[in-house]
């Protein structure tokens, strides 16, 4: 069975950082590209990042660029996202899924609050 | 960057009925198209993909058809567990981003 399990989200003051962890599960991770995506409360799907299955490439959203570092290790079947300079509007739950264009799979989301 | 609109917002139906949700995209995507269903408290589920293709597991009323900037799902039998948001999202450009619809709110009526 695949499983995507995310970790790490909580509170955290605006201009602080974050890194939030995806243990993947039930498949042969190193196969896949990955895609995190958040969703505000109460609001729709927004892509965050994308990392393909060596890592080599990446691509963010421009509204988390120059903040937001994706990487993966593929030996621990690990997805990582590490966030600096998080803002207000970074407050979303955060979804770790499965394959670079359409999500066949997606974790249960971690939470992520910017506030002070 | 593709803006994708989907109408209505809001979608009130009885169960048993048909339900029509369309997706519009502001440039040709191709079949490039995925829908997802997201219920209160939990992740979004695959429905389908490549527009017409139905993910695994995911019941014959979903049906999904179009290709280029219009797209529709139909739920042809609406059962209690089918009132949900839903969600179109096209992935042909590349490199992303792939940019995801507004949402449809499918409720009881």
């Known amino acids: 069975e695949v499983q995507l399990v995310e970790s790490g989200g909580g509170l955290v003051q605006p201009g602080g950082s974050l890194r939030l962890s995806c243990a993947a599960s039930?498949?042969?991770?190193?196969?896949?590209?990955m895609n995190w995506v958040r969703q505000a409360l109460g609001k729709g799907l927004e892509w965050v990042s994308y990392?393909?299955?060596?890592?080599?490439?990446?691509y963010y959203a421009d509204s988390v660029k120059g903040r937001f570092t994706i990487s993966r290790d593929n030996a621990e079947n690990s997805l990582r996202l590490q966030m600096n300079s998080l803002r207000a509007e970074d407050t979303a739950v955060y979804y770790c899924?499965?394959?670079?264009?359409?999500?066949?799979?997606w974790g249960q989301g971690t939470l992520v609050t910017v506030s002070s | 960057e593709i803006v994708m609109t989907q109408s209505p917002a809001t979608l009130s139906v009885s169960p048993g009925e048909r339900a029509t949700l369309s997706c519009r995209a502001s440039q040709s995507v191709s079949s490039s198209l995925a829908w997802y269903q997201q219920k209160p408290g939990q992740a979004p589920r695959l429905l389908i993909y490549?527009?017409?293709t139905r993910a695994t597991g995911i019941p014959a009323r979903f049906s999904g058809s179009g290709s280029g900037t219009e797209f529709t799902l139909t739920i042809s039998s609406l059962q209690s567990e089918d009132f949900a948001v839903y969600y179109c999202?096209?992935?042909?450009?590349?490199?992303?981003?792939?940019?995801f619809g507004q949402g449809t709110k499918l409720e009881i009526k």
């Open positions: 039930g498949f042969t991770f190193s196969s896949y590209s």
């Open positions: 990392i393909s299955t060596s890592g080599l490439t990446i």
């Open positions: 999202q096209q992935y042909n450009n590349w490199p992303p981003p792939y940019s």
């Open positions: 490549g527009a017409s």
């Open positions: 899924v499965r394959r670079g264009d359409y999500g066949d799979y």
